[in-house]
C-alpha cells in the first residue's frame, strides 16, 4: 500500500519561504505521477504542481515563477519549493500520487491522483 507522509508546513508572513516534503513508501515501482494539491478554507482543491516520471511538470498560474516541484527519487521524496509566500496561499497542503498517465497539459484534478497523503498545514499572514 502506497502512503505518503508530507511535512514542511507552518505559520509565515507574506514574502517568506516554505519547504515541503512528502516521503513516499509502500511501493514496489515508482509512480508515474506526483502532484501538490491545496484547499483553502471555503474552497475547492486545487492543483498547485505536478510531475511526471519523465521529470516534466506544470504549474497553476498562480504559482507559476514563486514555486519549484522536485524529486529526489534516491530518498523517495517530492519537494514543493513555496518563495514569495502571500496571504492566498493559506490553505492545507496535500502530496499525492498515482499510477496512470497523467497528461501534464494543464494542472491535473484531483480525481486523477489515488493515493494522498494528510497534509500539511500553510498559513500565510500579511
Known amino acids: 500500500q502506497v502512503q505518503l507522509v508530507e511535512s514542511g508546513g507552518g505559520s509565515v508572513q507574506a514574502g517568506w519561504s516554505l519547504r515541503l516534503s512528502c516521503v513516499v513508501s509502500g511501493y514496489s515501482w515508482s509512480p508515474y505521477c506526483m502532484g501538490w494539491f491545496r484547499q483553502g478554507p471555503g474552497k475547492e482543491c486545487e492543483a498547485v504542481a505536478a510531475?511526471?516520471?519523465?521529470?516534466?511538470?506544470i504549474y497553476a498560474d498562480s504559482v507559476q515563477g514563486r514555486f519549484t516541484i522536485s524529486q529526489d527519487n534516491a530518498k523517495n521524496t517530492l519537494y514543493l519549493q513555496m518563495n514569495s509566500l502571500k496571504p492566498e496561499d493559506t490553505a492545507m497542503y496535500y502530496c499525492?500520487?498515482?499510477?496512470?498517465?497523467?497528461?501534464?497539459?494543464?494542472?491535473?484534478?484531483?480525481?486523477?491522483?489515488?493515493?494522498w497523503g494528510q497534509g500539511t498545514q500553510v498559513t500565510v499572514s500579511s
Open positions: 499525492a500520487a498515482d499510477y496512470a498517465f497523467v497528461p501534464l497539459l494543464a494542472p491535473p484534478s484531483p480525481r486523477d491522483f489515488g493515493y
Open positions: 510531475i511526471d516520471a519523465a521529470g516534466r511538470t
